[in-house]
């Protein structure tokens, strides 16, 4: 079951982050893996906002997503699913959460940003509807995004923008 995170969530997703980003290290992606999840106060915001999702799997939250609006369409900012739960779908559900968040709000497009040869990143999104977003039609808030990505070494492995 997707439903809106409460504050009682928001301490258990920053462990479900770094569970999710585990698989990187087998790609040689370990700097990825390490990669500092978001913290409680970080995560806040999204939440009293009704921006941040739990999948609920029998009381278990398996994975969450928090969305951004980002040069006025939706964005997602994170998606993370505990390995343990992956490749049922749950991931898509969220992103279909996030997705309808972005309609009924009249936002025109749901964008992201993610590794272009990740399995479970550029080649996952592609299969949920998702096309590259070339650099000459980034708008001013999703370049700023891409240039902190860069600048925490994240460009090391190749990197894109995409749109739904
Ligand atoms: C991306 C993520 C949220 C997907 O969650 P999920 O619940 O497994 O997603 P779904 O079940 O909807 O789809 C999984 C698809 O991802 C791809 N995938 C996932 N793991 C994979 C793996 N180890 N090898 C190859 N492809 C993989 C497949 O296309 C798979 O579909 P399939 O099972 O039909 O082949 C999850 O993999 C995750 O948390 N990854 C780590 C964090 C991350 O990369 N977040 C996105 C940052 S932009």
Redesign the pocket.
Known sequence: MIRLATAVDLPLLGELERA??E??RDLGMAAVADDEPFSVAELQPYQVDGRCWVVDVSGVVA?YLVADVVDGNGH?E????LPS????????Q?IETAAAWAGARGLPALT???FRY????A??YA?LGFRELLESSWGPSLRTIREHEAALGLDHWPRLAMIR
């Open positions: 999710a980003g698989p990187f994975g997602v994170q998606v993370s699913v739960f992956a490749r049922r779908g749950l991931g898509r969220l992201l940003t993610t990740v399995p479970w990143n080649p996952y299969r």
